[in-house]
């Protein structure tokens, strides 16, 4: 890894940023509505909402108020929350902590269970278990979160027979089986379309391996078969997968909203739509930008992977 390449992609990184600190702060000015009138309600008196207004700095320009929300960020101050009157930071943190539990959890199944099941459908290609695993595939990408997330509740969360809680959050220091209990169903569900995907990837790149020359080299020297996928085929169609792996979490903290909004999974996506929903906009603006940068991030760890894996990359 070269230092001139680690250092463009830091710029990038920072540069998209800064854009996005823009796009978010114009986009959540424009919703309809005025925050100081949802707070204190249609029939408050001018008065009280011009001092609410000042209060919050709504009485100022748009790009004083810019400049003054980005001046917080740099600082770690991002406001107080306009419904919960508590400091923005505590309420993301909090929210932030309980996604990143879910989504590491699904990442850690899904990374498990899916490279093996790539490698055997790669080795047995042409049998039912490679077509077992393109049916499951497809249907893993095809279904959005909310089918996968309403099949899973008729099936194994039903009044008569459920096998897991159908919502609901624990703390896995205060209880750890209530947390596996609550986690098993949105970690599945947001683990299905990561594992079709990865397992496709690795029987992909597999497949290619194995039909190598050095492959056939190794063979004919006399390795057993089981020497050759451990040693030599399964390392080198590990590089592909290892990067989509990095780039699909910030897939997992964008598809957590849909699938903490039915699971009752106190975390961003949760927030935000309350957020949304009570236009409380520091709130908003916060978790947006949070979601941007751990995108923004997740595309860095990518690109590193990959200029690590393939040293061509770094030079391009």
Known sequence: MTRAYLIRRLLAVFLVLAIVTFAVFAITTMLPGNAAIMILGEYATPDAVAALEKQLHL???????YLTWVAGILHGDLGTSLRLSLPVTQVVGEAFANSAMLALTAL???TITAIPLGALAAIKRGTAMDLALGLFSYLGTCLPEFVTATLLLVFFAAPNHG???AGGFVAPWENLAGFGAHVVLPAATLGLVLMAHIARQVR???SEVLS???IRAARL????ERRVIRRHALPNSLAPAVAVISLDI???LGGIIVVEEIFAWPGLGRLLIYALENRDLPVIQAVTLLLAAVYALSNLLSDIVIALLDPRVRYA
């Open 59 to 65: 009485d100022q320009p748009w790009y004083t108020q």
């Open 108 to 110: 850690v199944v899904v």
């Open 163 to 165: 096998l897991f809680p």
């Open 204 to 206: 992909s790149e597999m």
């Open 212 to 214: 190598s020359d050095y």
């Open 221 to 224: 020297k006399g390795l057993t």
């Open 250 to 252: 910030g897939y997992l």
